[in-house]
């Protein structure tokens, strides 16, 4: 797919089928467009004209002698497969479907997006489209779309994915404005061929691409994203900004991690999983379009000088929600920091130099804080007698004295210090307008650096039984338990009872007290129906709920219904504490495991972590900084913590073996001191 | 005060004290400012010079013959105090200093404040400052600050107050870039005399002020800032960036509660409360800045009118990330819009009007969904053939025809749409670059027009006896329960035991399982000295517990001790659920009562809500949505969610009556079934 996507980007020859004379219409565009972008040979394709702006017509693409590379086709959707065709004929190699009229645009335009599609099963050549706007390499220089021709391109260093293509034309007319170069931009439309996936891979080895920006709304096959993803992040930053994150989970969820999960959070834990940097405006991708490849960033503590207390303030602020910290500034710097400043600055982090401070006072304190090396942001504020364009000369020097140093300057104001900004930004420095915008490139690129490389060991060495589930219907109460039992998760004590005579034995080996459940595979909530008696505390007491189970039972005409008796798994045990661990499968993504705060805590609070196996040990760690992770330790301790670790591995290798089970809910597991017991358990089938 | 700062902003005559020749100097610049903006007298006062800038320069303000209304001092800090007397002595009303070399520098600072503000309190003159940059009125026009006099200010509806000089300069030098303008800029400094709450009620008040935004650091007297803050809601919107959000909490906290609040919660609540709109970065004030005042919200049902599907998807998003929601479009418009617009259109919210859409089709549309007088979003993306200035006229029109339909703009991309932009920007219709722009705004004004006019019937009505609680050591067990007892919080059944033949009587009376517990006024955490025993099943337990109790209060030598029995709240009863309920007393703002999720979940899980007294119905009627509220209405019911509102507002009123109490602690308060009570108790004093 590579030699394709790169005959793509970069053909010997193009044919323009559907180019037009009419210029209201996309063909002129396009046609214009490349005529004024490509120096390779250009074809025209219009039975209805003879020439069009200049160049000779031919009513067919078979008609032409010359060999063709790629063709552009911007035809009525009903046109297309005929034209594809044409293309196989001739041996084009691949083409890009402007045409809009298939999925999008309902029923009739899905029959034709299948034809499509099964035509292209057979067939040699590749598709980019239909339904996008095309295509721009930017270096061999070829602009196949119908963005306006008098927009402003900058030839830079990233590669622009999207699957929107009136969002890419936006962001391209805004791109110059905010300095930012492209090497490749691709519209990807309703992706029937050459997909997202396709083109990361090939970004990924592409030398002109040093960082990759996407803009998704959804995706059709998961996996294959994912592995690219993966693969591209250990290569250069991926950073994606996803439409459609508002959650309309399905009211036909029956678990409880499948309604604690929603729609966006598969995406979210892929992207992270994979190390791609995740953000939420348009806005936010400009700076890391522009500034993503810069630096590497390898700590989270950041050093702040500033010649503004507020400046400094603020910025400390946004550092810290985040999640970043503030750099401590060791003793020795502190002493040469204060050889060089005045006695009121502050010389520890954020360092003020004060309002009156000249360029060399930033220099010198510059250099000094480089010997750090962490990321560091400088702060200039426009004050009385302050020298905005000599500051920037002193950060651009101190920046070519350290190239590796992480750098960010912050000029606030406005006329005052555009040129001092100009001028750091024209030369590559990452240079903003408020500190959150640095804050913001050093916190994405400390997760994509620190996330990039994940290892799996732990994951790998957990030892699993194969635990093969082959029900068809879903499974609650001691079938599940068998269940987990194998997987060698803890779960309480319990037995089905057939006939009354069991009863005494079975509550003579449980104890008392003592609950009496019923079961049913058509029943997921047996409380609603009075399906549980707790507590109870002897032989009378059983008997009567013995009877009342079953007078239930055949009131509810329950075919399969069992009667199940369970120790009572907190009786005599002080601040317990109850955990949800589950699964759910996600349509795109696969198998997610949950660890929450489970019992009656579980729907109203709503503190869940997630993670898509396998679970890597960085995700491992970060589990103990989470709410629950810290909920667990102060239970059990660290122990404790990673037995529930074991678990949600395990959960996931059954989950990943076992592709019927849709949902899994264990809930609640109780934490009683060193011990952990699951006392409700359930598993749903597709 | 109103007057006085009437004055300050348009003075017949200044006397600016400090002037100075040398064009590096604060004084110079200052002065510069003065003669290129103010039109009344100007007097210099500058004993080392003759004439100042070509005006004559007097030794001394005594010198001067004329009435002068107020005085810009920038001289040193040692020499202010002198000049401030003269001042007083020339019947100047007020004086603006700018000086710094005060509290901010340390020590020696210190001195000096403490030294003007005991002469201020003896004296008539009044006082903005030291250490700020001035004051500008925009109209009329009088620059008394020492910002850059190349900077250009347009004049404007918005005040802005801010206690960082540096932030100022900078924010105003990038104002006019974003077509904001000001009635008043104040830099208030070390605040020693005229402070924000002054300039808040006098500027409540000002015709030429639509929108206040303020830049804090901190505040001395929370209370009175607070008081003008809810006035001026009343009438304008008031916007606060709070500078110093990050958690320093000290780690001598005591409480539960106390260690939960934070530095900065007790300033959101209070902005909150007071019906100000809070923001946390430096561009999101611009928009507010500029458009705060043009439109009333008082809806969140939003409609989004879009050319672009990407454009619809990624406002949703933002919409409902925001808290807002998407407009439920009902069969009429639905009918109305589908004679208008093409088949492939969506005529459900957002209404996608597709990448063709002609200027009319925006025109038609807008007249349809304008009849919902609902907050609405335009969306334009520059497509092949899309007319953005012919979009924007139309746009406008509408807003001429619908004067206060809350109508906003998003003109996506950049050159192609700039002038467009500009268009309504220059006729003062909000538009933005942006989707989530346009959103947060809408954000922050339905919160604004909802929360502006609190109401506290419930707290008023809330019957609550007085409680006074004289006691100056700390007050946990017994004492304490008397106490809530007395309040009309539920308690568990306890007793004193103060020999031990009281033993036997007593376990009678509360019952088997009970608790044994140490009470000392200096052990806050019985845990940690083994002070606690739980589960006591019989009277041989109970002795047990009894001796060995009595044998750690000699150990750890006890004085005051005493042991408590208790009755067991948690015996028997399943899916219990544990609530925090406390009291801090913020040192700015007062006390502050806490509801959150207790017992072994509260530190971990931190799910707390807070909220000031006197608690508004709105905050009362808003707790029902959180994550507590919903847990105990899931426990108990709206009746029990109805008990614990009872319970904040009578801990509110006790606090309010007790200053000597710091802070409170009811953790865990036990909800089961239609029963909920606290099972420890804790108040702290100061």
Redesign the interface.
């Known amino acids: 797919m590579g030699m394709t996507i790169e005959k793509i980007l970069n053909p010997e020859s193009i044919a323009i089928i559907g180019a037009s004379r009419n210029p209201?219409k996309?063909g002129s565009?396009i046609l214009k467009n490349i005529r004024l972008s490509y120096r390779g040979k250009i074809f025209v394709v219009n039975p209805f004209a003879d020439e069009i702006q200049g160049i000779k017509s031919y009513k067919s693409i078979t008609n032409i002698k010359d060999k063709i590379d790629i063709a552009v086709i911007s035809i009525p959707a009903d046109k297309v497969l005929k034209a594809l065709k044409d293309c196989e004929k001739k041996k084009v190699g691949a083409a890009i479907i402007i045409s809009a009229g298939f999925k999008?645009?309902?029923k009739a335009g899905e029959k034709r997006e299948t034809e499509l599609k099964s035509f292209l099963k057979s067939s040699k050549i590749r598709v980019i489209g239909p339904n996008c706007l095309g295509v721009i390499n930017m270096d061999p220089m070829a602009n196949m779309t119908?963005v306006?021709p008098?927009?402003?391109i900058f030839k830079g260093s990233t590669a622009f994915i999207?699957?929107?293509?009136?969002?890419l034309?936006?962001?391209v007319?805004?791109?110059?404005?905010?300095d930012i170069g492209f090497s490749k931009i691709i519209s990807v439309g309703n992706a029937v061929d050459i997909d997202e996936a396709d083109l990361i891979d090939y970004l990924r080895e592409d030398e002109k691409t040093k960082s990759i920006v996407l803009?998704l709304?959804g995706l059709v096959n998961g996996e294959k994203f994912l592995r690219s993803l993966k693969e591209a992040t250990k290569k250069k930053p991926v950073i994606i900004?996803k439409?459609?994150?508002?959650?309309k989970t399905s009211s036909a969820v029956m678990s409880h991690t499948g309604s604690l999960a929603g729609d966006y959070k598969a995406y979210e834990l892929a992207f992270e999983e994979a190390g791609a940097i995740t953000v939420?405006?348009?806005?936010d991708l400009f700076n890391f379009m522009r500034d993503a490849a810069k630096f590497e960033i390898k700590t989270d503590e950041v050093v702040v000088v500033t010649?503004?207390?507020?400046?400094g303030?603020?910025t400390?602020?946004?550092i810290?929600?985040q999640g970043l910290k503030m750099a401590q500034i060791g003793d020795k710097t502190v002493i040469d920091l204060s050889k060089i400043l005045p006695a009121?600055s502050n010389l520890h982090n954020p360092i003020d130099m004060l309002?009156d401070a000249p360029p060399d006072r930033y220099k010198d304190t510059l250099e000094v804080v480089s010997e750090l090396n962490k990321p560091t942001i400088v702060i200039f504020?426009?004050?009385?007698?302050s020298m905005p364009m000599e500051t920037a000369k002193v950060i651009y020097d101190t920046h070519l004295n350290k190239p590796n140093l992480p750098l960010f300057s912050v000029f606030?104001?406005?006329?005052?210090?555009e040129k001092a900004r100009r001028f750091l930004v024209e030369r590559g420095l990452p240079t903003y307008?408020?500190?959150?915008e640095a804050v913001d490139i050093i916190s994405g690129l400390y997760f994509y650096y620190s996330h990039r490389f994940p290892t799996y060991n732990r994951y790998k060495k957990e030892k699993a039984k194969t635990v093969p589930f082959k029900s068809k219907v879903n499974s609650f109460g001691m079938n599940a338990k068998l269940v987990f039992d194998k997987i060698g998760i803890k779960t309480v004590t319990g037995m089905t009872i057939s006939k009354e005579n069991e009863l005494k034995k079975a509550a003579e080996k449980i104890g008392y007290p003592c609950v009496l459940k019923i079961s049913s595979h058509t029943v997921a909530h047996k409380n609603k129906i009075g399906g549980v008696v707790?507590?109870i505390k002897d032989y009378t007491e059983l008997e009567k709920a013995f009877k009342s189970l079953n007078q239930i039972i055949k009131d509810e005409k329950l075919a399969d219904a069992k009667l199940e008796l369970y120790a009572d798994a907190?009786n005599?045990k002080?601040?317990t504490?109850e955990i949800l661990l589950g699964g759910h499968r996600d349509p795109v993504f696969g198998p997610m495991i949950a660890l929450g705060?489970g019992?009656?805590?579980a729907?109203?609070?709503?503190?869940v972590e997630f993670a898509l196996p396998q679970i890597s040990d960085q995700k491992i760690e970060e589990l103990s900084d989470t709410?629950?992770g810290?909920?667990i330790i102060?239970?059990g301790g660290n122990q404790m913590l990673d037995e529930f670790i074991g678990y949600i591995i395990r959960l996931g290798k059954f989950m990943e073996e076992n592709k019927n089970v849709k949902d899994i809910d264990l809930n609640p597991v109780i934490i009683s001191g060193n011990d952990a017991v699951a006392v409700d358990f359930k598993i749903f089938v597709e």
């Open positions: 209201n996309v565009a999008e645009i309902g119908f306006d008098n927009t402003k999207s699957q929107s293509g009136a969002l034309s936006a962001i007319d805004d791109a110059s404005a905010n803009y709304e900004l439409g459609g994150r508002s959650n939420s405006n348009v806005d010649n503004a207390g507020g400046g303030v603020i400390s602020d946004h810290n929600e009121e309002g504020s426009p004050q009385e007698m606030l104001g406005g006329t005052n210090v307008e408020y500190p959150n707790t507590e907190t005599g002080k601040n504490i705060i019992g009656v805590y729907n109203e609070i709503n503190e709410k629950v810290k909920l102060s239970a």
